[in-house]
């Protein structure tokens, strides 16, 4: 791989970043597309061209979705062990069917590397803390903590179908008991340990768990927070459980009526893995849930897996002899996708602690130490590290990393250059997008294509992405929504406690009957690239022209002073629009007219005068979902006067006394 020379291409701007040539062939994309010509009928790969190459393979990966997907499913050796009797029976959305008649399971998948005796010793799972010591678990280890794991929830009462939840931090304990509770035919879920009993009740209580794995605390920035009081409301808000499983990460005895970890997964026996059928649950996940309780994405044990198989295989280009490491939390759908990088054979890296502990560096630190070769993290770590005038290219041996990818929000522009600069200038930028919804991503990483400053590679193999109109119109280099027309099989196969399906259906094909809406305004380049430009449910709308609010973060967070921002646009009762942008300033920051000043002539001279804010505001903070998303629907509701309770749910917010602030102000305004 080597970054980008000063040759100019014709098929658009320069790229910050292209792969070396001498590896299009060693890719397991490649490796995929050239068997699959041979085999399927796929265009054949064109290392002479290869942007042409991989849109004539994503085209016929859409348009010959059935036999795209059996292909890849033969080509990446998953298991039927009964056979199906058709890829995709029915392609109607909501509703489609996939593989019906198969019957498999996720958990054999993520183990099978431990049945090779060459593998069985190294390491499954690389486990870093606060203390950056990697201490490891190797596949046999894991193997047999799942093989008993599972022995004791059948003990127990748990049957396919049954629901296990988890209440731990992002430690190799939660990777052992979802991989467990799938080799049971069981359903997973699971919630971070810094959600507050409210957050979790709302959550755990739909779903009616009858094991709580839990851990007694964790230990964040340096500090132990006890959770026993909050574990204890947990316990007698949930009926129906039948038993809670004590993790001692903080070294405290069970409390009375639960088992100890340990004695649960230190049995002799070998794992036995439920045969389901393509479609059955696997876990359940859920939306933020800043507007009522959150919905409860179900989400199947075949669908996880091809899904995931192909992202991390043919887009990350991830295999044997890998360390891949996400910073995530087992609140956010990124740690599912971590974990099943198990599914690929490579090494999960997993980090307990505070991204910024002891220092800005942290995760750098735990990239270096376990030799991490794809690392993900978040698009605002990214911006806090160029803030922080980090040199991690300069300060850590990264020479193993060959891609560092993001996803969370848009990655801006000044974030691909930091990497650029300060980590390698030799390095693959994968900025990727998705959502919970899917636990996969529309666009991002392909290993073949350069990368533009800005910009997304691609949409993904089998993702029919399109940017529409209002009226249901494809755009090209025109900002649309973000919709999929033909189905995924990590879409939902339902909501939880949706009956009738009209939760799930409102969700996502209200707009667009038959296509999938997801919520984000996109452009699908001529060059087939991908721009995220933020949500469109919280769309600045003026005189007729929609913005996206990423964009305004973007320009206006690179003053040093603005250490992180929130724009809202208002539609007022007399038919006005208000769109102030609220600043969190830097320590030492002082919001006066010069500092206003700068912000207006960097927005308009970056963007343009429309998108000039009407007034500049200091927040104390901005507010964020559980899983760090800015907090915009819920704020201009409560800035166009809804009340609180009616707003925004308090439990899905990190620091919910920052609204009152957002209130007092309409009040103020009416």
């Avoid at 393509?278 to 996880?304: M, N």
């Amino acid at each position: 791989m080597t970054p980008a020379d000063s040759t100019s291409h014709p098929a658009g701007p320069e790229a910050l970043w292209r792969p070396d040539p001498a590896g299009f062939a060693a890719t397991r994309l490649i490796r995929f597309q050239t068997w699959a010509a041979r085999h399927h009928g796929a265009p054949a790969p064109d290392p002479g061209n290869p942007v042409a190459s991989y849109r004539a393979l994503h085209r016929w990966s859409t348009r010959e979705l059935a036999t795209f997907w059996g292909a890849f499913a033969q080509w990446s050796g998953i298991r039927f062990t009964t056979p199906y009797e058709t890829v995709l029976a029915d392609s109607a959305m909501p509703g489609a069917t996939w593989f019906p008649g198969a019957t498999l399971n996720y958990a054999e998948h993520a183990l099978r590397t431990a049945d090779d005796p060459a593998h069985a010793d190294q390491p499954a799972i690389l486990h870093v803390d606060e203390s950056h010591r990697p201490t490891h678990v190797t596949w046999a280890e894991l193997r047999s903590q799942v093989a008993s794991l599972a022995e004791a929830l059948r003990r127990l009462g748990v049957r396919p179908g049954d629901r296990v939840s988890g209440y731990l931090p992002n430690i190799p304990q939660a990777a052992a008991a979802l991989l467990a509770t799938a080799a049971v035919g069981a359903v997973w879920t699971s919630c971070a340990p810094d959600f507050g009993a409210r957050s979790v009740l709302d959550r755990f209580q739909q779903v009616e768990p009858v094991v709580l794995f839990t851990v007694d605390g964790y230990r964040y920035g340096g500090k132990e927070h006890d959770r026993r009081e909050t574990v204890s409301e947990l316990r007698a808000e949930l009926p129906t459980l039948r038993a809670v499983v004590h993790v001692p990460l903080l070294g405290t005895p069970a409390p009375e009526g639960a088992l100890e970890w340990a004695d649960l997964t230190t049995g002799e026996t070998e794992p036995r893995f439920e045969q389901v059928p393509f479609g059955h649950p696997l876990w359940v996940l859920y939306s933020s849930g800043t507007t009522g309780l959150p919905k409860a994405i179900v989400q199947s044990q075949g669908g996880i897996l091809i899904e995931h198989l192909k992202q991390l295989t043919l887009h990350n280009d991830i295999g044997p002899g890998d360390r891949f490491f996400w910073y995530t939390s087992t609140g956010w759908m990124m740690w599912n996708l971590l974990i099943s990088g198990l599914l690929t054979g490579a090494t999960v890296v997993t980090y307990d602690g505070s991204p910024g502990y002891p220092d800005t560096s942290a995760q750098w630190r735990v990239v270096e130490s376990t030799g991490t070769t794809v690392y993900g993290t978040s698009a605002a770590y990214v911006m806090a590290c160029r803030k922080a005038g980090l040199h991690p290219g300069r300060d850590f041996d990264l020479a193993q990393v060959t891609c560092v990818a993001t996803t969370g929000s848009p990655l801006p522009p000044d974030g691909f250059r930091w990497i650029h600069d300060e980590v390698s200038e030799d390095m693959w930028i994968a900025s990727v997008s998705g959502g919970t919804d899917v636990c996969s991503c529309f666009a991002g990483a392909v290993p073949t294509l350069p990368v533009h400053t800005g910009e997304l590679q691609a949409p993904s193999l089998a993702v029919d992405l399109q940017a529409w109109d209002p009226h249901g119109k494809p755009l090209t280099d025109e900002v649309g929504e973000l919709v999929v027309t033909q189905p995924m099989p990590s879409m939902p196969v339902r909501f939880w406690n949706d009956p009738d399906g009209s939760r799930y259906h409102d969700s996502y094909f209200d707009m667009y009957p038959g296509v999938w809406r997801h919520g984000d305004w996109i452009t699908l380049t001529s060059r087939n690239t991908v721009i995220i430009h933020g949500r469109s449910d919280s769309t600045l709308n003026r005189q007729g022209v929609r913005m996206g609010s990423a964009d305004i973060y973007e320009a206006v967070e690179r003053l040093p002073e603005i250490r992180e921002s929130l724009v809202i646009g208002v539609e007022t009762s007399d038919g006005g629009y208000w769109m102030p942008l609220f600043v969190h300033l830097a320590e030492g920051a002082v919001l006066d007219d010069g500092l206003r000043a700068r912000v207006k002539q960097t927005i308009r001279h970056s963007l343009s005068p429309r998108h000039v804010p009407d007034e500049i505001i200091e927040i104390p903070a901005v507010p964020h979902t559980l899983t760090g998303k800015r907090l915009e629907v819920p704020v201009k509701r409560l800035l166009q006067g809804t009340a609180m309770e009616k707003a925004v749910n308090p439990g899905s917010v990190d620091n919910p006394g920052l609204l009152d602030f957002y209130a007092g102000l309409a009040t103020e305004r009416a």
